[in-house]
């Protein structure tokens, strides 16, 4: 039997058994224990029953984190597929099942995150974007603060695809000059650079998402996260860009608590990750003009605090300000310490220490006083940000140069599912 054969025949049979909880034989058990513990044993002993002990490696298509993604789908077409089945022939029953496998395995491809991803494509992908970061952190240290910032503004608008990082064309509106993003959204440049960098090791394989994704967790690795974390890669680029989406999606620096928990709501975040993430304001500046504005009237920040910032801001209106006066260039927890004293430059800040009764309280004041702890959690948050996928539908490709989409002849389209 062909290698395509016999992974077609190994789909089949675990679709038919997944469909079939009831049954007790040797192999459905396997495949329930596989579903429920994707392990390579269990996968070695699934496919042991049924097709002779086939390596993995025959699958291509088929990682243990492929099977799990599957299952997702089949779980969520399996209504329709048993009533469907009633009807059919053992025969028919196998085909429709192939098909709808077909299609999960072909879809799910572009959604599944893996950490190695680009192992085999672009081995050097991790060592070439923590170059790169490297070096304009040592040129600017600020540009630390800046990367972080930008695979957040990625992610929450239509998900982590890049759009972000495209310029004006005829067929869109550029992100970047949405409110939150104009004069504002920087590091830019030194993505261009990794693109280029990692154009040239391994053509169109990287994709910009995903070098957003590791230059993030590279620049706070930079200035101080002592715990590194795995990031999740394959993601692809989007094809448009949307500043309506952008206005609607970024949080804005004067919401409430409330506000804030149903923003990060909308994209599936909780209010432990609003605290974990927004510790990001441990590093990087805010324009005076903002804080001017709109974000310094603050009923819960310190009198005297707020006062120095007003008068350095008035006597220079186009500078900056640290958004953690405390140690600005290290990441670090002095962000919550700040929030107990009352010292949030921003209200998004303030609030989720100041709102009485709201959960996000406690969360700060464990923060403040267990550096570990936010560590963690800022890790766990940001790969969970990390995976806002796109909507459902949405086409992406490898794009060349980050800016641009890729011309019709040379776009190399997936959709997701
Ligand atoms: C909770 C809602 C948030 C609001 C309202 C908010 C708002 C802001 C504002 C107004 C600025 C200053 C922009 C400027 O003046 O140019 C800023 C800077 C920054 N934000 Fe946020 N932010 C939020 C959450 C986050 C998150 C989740 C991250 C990353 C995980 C993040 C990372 C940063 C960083 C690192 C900077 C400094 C950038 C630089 O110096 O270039 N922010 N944010």
Redesign the pocket.
């Known amino acids: 039997m062909s290698k395509a054969a016999r992974r077609f025949m190994i789909m089949v049979e675990f679709f038919a058994h997944v469909n079939e909880p009831s049954m007790t034989s040797g192999s459905s058990s396997s495949v329930h224990k596989l579903i429920s513990t994707p392990r390579p044993e269990n996968y070695l002993s699934f496919c042991c029953l049924n097709f002779d002990c086939a390596p993995l490696e025959i699958f291509e298509l088929t990682t243990i984190a492929d099977m799990q993604l599957i299952y997702t789908e089949i779980s969520s077409q399996k209504t329709l597929f048993s009533r469907q089945t009633k009807q059919e022939s053992s025969m028919d029953r196998v085909v429709a099942a192939a098909l709808v496998l077909f299609f999960a395995v072909m879809s799910t491809r572009a959604r599944a995150l893996t950490s190695d991803y680009y192992d085999m494509t672009c081995p050097s992908v991790f060592s070439i974007v923590q170059q790169e970061v490297q070096a304009a952190v040592a040129d600017e240290k600020?540009m630390a603060?800046?990367l972080?910032?930008l695979h957040?503004h990625d992610c929450f608008v239509n998900g982590c695809d890049g759009s972000l990082l495209l310029d004006n064309s005829t067929d869109f509106e550029t992100e970047k000059d949405a409110p939150a993003n104009l004069?504002?959204a920087?590091g830019f440049e030194v993505i261009d650079k990794i693109k280029a960098a990692l154009e040239a090791a391994c053509p169109n394989t990287v994709s910009c998402a995903d070098i957003l994704a590791i230059a993030s967790r590279d620049s706070a690795v930079e200035v101080g996260l002592t715990n590194s974390y795995t990031v999740l890669l394959g993601r692809l680029d989007s094809l448009t860009a949307s500043k309506f989406q952008a206005n609607a999606s970024l949080?804005?620096?004067n919401?409430n608590h409330a506000a804030?928990v149903d923003n990060f709501g909308k994209v599936g975040l909780n209010e432990t990750d609003?605290v974990a993430?927004?510790g990001?304001?441990t590093?990087?500046?805010?324009?005076c003009t903002?804080l001017l504005r709109f974000?310094l009237n603050n009923v819960d920040i310190n009198s005297d605090f707020k006062a120095n910032i007003e008068q350095a801001c008035n006597a220079n209106i186009t500078g900056l300000q640290n958004?953690d006066l405390t140690t600005p260039d290290n990441f670090d927890n002095s962000y919550y310490s700040n929030l107990l004293k009352s010292e949030g430059i921003?209200i998004?800040d303030q609030t989720l220490f100041s709102t009485a009764g709201a959960a996000s309280v406690a969360v700060v004041q464990n923060f403040a006083s267990n550096q570990d702890a936010f560590f963690s959690q800022f890790a766990l948050s940001?790969i969970k940000?990390g995976n806002i996928m796109p909507p459902a539908g949405q086409q992406g490709e490898i794009r060349t140069n980050c800016r641009v989409v890729n011309s019709a002849s040379s776009a190399k389209l997936i959709a997701y599912e």
């Open positions: 600020r603060a800046s972080v910032r957040f004069d504002s920087r949080p804005a620096p919401m804030l609003l993430l927004s990001a304001h590093i990087g500046r805010v324009n903002l974000a958004l921003l998004s940001t940000m």
